[in-house]
């Protein structure tokens, strides 16, 4: 057995499972076969595609569970732009009249966004000289003087 006794065994519990005429689109996270949390290993092997080898990857493709096809698979969360975070932390500035501290998060739709965190590392990056000019100037809107400075205040508020 190439991919090992406790692979094959867990493939084979789930073949079995989906051949007894379970739909694979049902799955979900709390589906248990002879003790296995099936679904939380076949996720773990979804999530890790690319570094399966190509027969294990051949398996999971004859049952049509590929991350394109799982349910399982989370969808791919796409990046804040900086100017996005930009607009977070003008809301901030906003709302709590002070710049964040350096581990202060927000809570913006459900998910939580470091924001103290972005803007130190925004800080070193402008000290280091490798902030993009544009990135620069969007920060230096909100702050009075140089939004580098720790001590750097927010514009007055309107």
């Given at each position: 057995m190439p991919y090992g006794a406790d692979w094959h065994r867990k493939y084979h519990l789930l073949r079995a499972h989906l051949e007894a005429g379970n739909d694979p689109s049902a799955l979900t996270p709390d589906i248990r076969i002879a003790g296995v949390n099936i679904t939380s290993w076949l996720t773990r092997q979804l999530t890790r595609w690319t570094t399966l080898d190509p027969?294990?990857?051949?398996?999971?493709?004859?049952?049509n569970l590929t991350p394109a096809t799982s349910p399982l698979v989370p969808p791919r969360r796409t990046r804040r732009t900086f100017a996005q975070t930009v607009q977070l932390?003008?809301?901030?500035?906003?709302?709590?009249?002070?710049?964040p501290t350096a581990r202060e998060m927000i809570n913006?739709?459900?998910?939580?966004?470091?924001?103290?965190?972005?803007?130190?590392?925004?800080?070193?990056?402008?000290?280091g000289g490798q902030l993009p000019a544009e990135h620069d100037s969007l920060l230096g809107t909100l702050f009075?003087?140089?939004?580098?400075?720790?001590?750097?205040?927010?514009v007055a508020l309107a």
């Open positions: 027969g294990q990857r051949d398996l999971l493709s004859t049952l932390l003008e809301l901030f500035l906003h709302r709590e009249g002070r710049a913006v739709d459900g998910e939580r966004v470091q924001i103290g965190p972005w803007l130190a590392k925004a800080r070193t990056k402008k000290r009075e003087g140089d939004w580098a400075n720790d001590t750097a205040q927010p």
